[in-house]
């Protein structure tokens, strides 16, 4: 077949010493930056845009270093996600769910080796989609107007409901929250500054990055601090770190869930504008809809951990379908990851297959090597990373807050922000106290403004006609499994809820 | 219109860059930096790490520049930022594009004005187009106004820019110029970059697309679709010489989307004229030729006293428009 003769000779251009060093070096960086809470993949990715144009690497060189930075982001976001309840990266958030639980059960060794074999597993298939569907995937996204982009977040929030907390209504007000805080800033649709009591640097909106440290993060601080007269760290000493490798068993329970969220993240990651956190967040409720039937999802369940991470590692890979094939950034690292390949006097869009396929492919064989790599690296420094529990928080909250601050102060070089994260802090910690889920509120900031603004796009190209919105069949189908995962909870939610309300009582188990 | 001045302009800064470039060798900045005023990956982000990777190629900067994004207000963290606490550093650029000159046309920058700053020099410009879908039934830019004039709700036009930005304001220019009594009723539908509007265009959701050049370029090559109107002086060289002017369709409509830099307002003069005349060696280089070729720029060349100029006059313009479809008072 012309496809794999066609990669054999990408392996061929990116199987070099020098470039299996660089992903090497790649990986690592990646790694770390997606594990620190604030600098998430599009960060690091743009950090190191400098290092590739100094070393005067060539086009495929410099994509090998950058996408394995950016696969190695996907994988570490997910560490300090399931080791500290807080997020690397907004698309590891739905890992903390059940990740944290699992952590705190004594399961963090095996929670970080099965995170790291689904964020694999899910690159993997998204690699293999990227080589055989490109060209037809890019008909998907081409069916996704203004309307259906509408009916597909409308489907995000409608299955919300069951996804961080047992109480409904909480997790609608948190969702509620969130778009709220989402329509801080310029609106596109009329020019008009909306929230911003004329401050410049509420004109773009707030950025959820600092929303997810600020509310995460320092939160956690500030608990922390409360709770220093008690004695906090008589719960954190109890913890052990238990077997660092995934049992077989675990595995196996898994698998399904691995290979059903691997296609639906794949999928998502291929919209541009939906991107990873929405392959994570669905795969997540997804999953929970179809197979938690005993209601342990958000209490430590495996499969809670392997679903949000093989979702979002698959549309990490999607993600790079509208950006070759059409030239459309699909998420924030890959708009980076354009401008990388503009610079190198490469222009994506329909025709780069046929007109750079050295590149196309180098970078397809170094998305495999990259993906190799992280999961031989990441397997072994599980128990490195578990080592992080055995510090006391005492030690460990001061760093947080650290971290926070200069990564957050990196990114933005702005003070201002800073100001934003503390007031995010202090609104997380009050929010926690009344026992309200973060998650929807995240979900609302990040995905608000996209639905918003495609709701008035679609409106307006209909000149003001509603009916737009159920006007082709994709977008009807998007709003009946919207609708259904929204009526069917509440129809068989009560038994589900009342075992899950037994089980809390056992476990007087932490929501996030 | 625009480039009546800057016609003018181009030939004065002829005349000015040859004198500057002697005296100005004098100043080496040694910590060199650029401030992207928005998040990695835009056109602010390009300028910067393009111009700042050619410049050490070339040897103009004898260390690398750093590159800073500081994204919010789209652009105006930035400005004020140069304005109140950078001031007077010699070291530091700023990309800007038309976007800046909009933004700054329309008062979005609350309380900062175009005169705070010293503007360096242009590295190149993106003209506008407007483009359809390859199998539409509009022929030409005349048509596609017809329609617009006779029934304004039958065009969605999608652009990469929000409301009452540089993607809106060209059209508008256009539908002006055509005859289009009220402007405002030109139904525009803003979209995150000039890709998703393109990508809406393919399918199907709008009737025409408004951008760049550069981001519809991809698009004419596969023959998606087709531009219907450039907003260029004259014809395009090169692989765009089959693209018809708008000029030649009887509009006299003309957008650039330039790209340049600016630089604190306390900046020396030393080593303003040290910027000016390094920036007018990159863009006289071939290898930024290749550069602006590969990017879809065409040439625009002012630099120092031209650009200002340059600079000031489409604000005026931009101020004059966005007064009449009521963006500003």
Redesign the interface.
Known sequence: METFANLADGFAIALTWQNLLLALLGCFLGTVMGALPGLGP??G??IL??LA??LGLGATPSLILLTSVYYGAMYGGRISSILLNIPGDEPAMMTCLDGYPMAQKGMAGQALSLSGIASFVGAFFATWGLIFLAPQLVKI??????AEYFALFALAFMTLGGVSSTNQAKSAFAAALGLGLATVG??????VPRFTF?E?????GLDFLVAIVGLFALSEVFIFLENRHGNSDAKKSKLVIGRLTTPLSMLKTCTPTMLRTSVLGFLAGVL??AGASLGSFISYSMEKRLVDKEGTFGTGDPRGVAAPEAGNNAAAGGALV?MLA????GS?TT??L??VL??L?I??????FANNPDVVWGLIAALFIANLMLLAMNIPMVSLFTRLLLIPPRILMPIVAMVSFVGIYG????SFDLLVMIGFGVMGWVLRKLDVPLVPIILGTLLGN?ME?NLR?AI??D?GNWFTLIDSPLAIGLWVVAIIGFVLPLIFGRKVRAGMHQRRDEESSITD | MLFNASRLAIAAAILCTSTLAASAQNYSPENPECIAPA????GW??TC??VG?SLQDQGLLDS?M?????????G??AF??VVNKRGDDNDLIVAASSATATRLAQG???GNTMDQVRWLASIGADYGVIAVAADSEIADLPQLLEIIKTDP?AI?LAGGS????WDHLKVLIAAREFGVQDVRTV?Y?????G??A???L?????QAFTGDLSEA???V??G?IRVIAVLAPERLGGEFAEMPTAREQGIDAIGANWRGFYAPGGMSDAAYDAWVAKIADLYASDAWK??ME??GLAPLDLQGAAFEEFVSSSVNQIQQISREIG?IK
């Open positions: 599009s960060n990715v743009a845009i400098p144009f100094t996204a081409l069916l996704f107007g203004p310029v609106d596109t649709q009329t020019g004329g410049v640097h509420l004109y773009d541009p504008g509208p059409l030239g459309v950034p924030g708009a980076v354009l401008a503009l610079s006097n222009t994506p869009g329909p025709l780069l990114i933005s070089g702005s996209a603004n796009r307006t190209i000149n | 998040n990695p990956g835009g982000d390009f790490r393009q990777k690398t750093q590159v800073v994004n500081l994204a919010g207000g789209g105006g963290v004020a930022e979005a920058y609350p709700t969605s929000g409301v009452g930005g139904k539908i803003a979209f995150d970059g890709g998703e393109v990508t809406q393919l399918a199907g959701s709008v370029r991809g698009f090559e596969s998606d290749e550069v590969a990017n963006i």
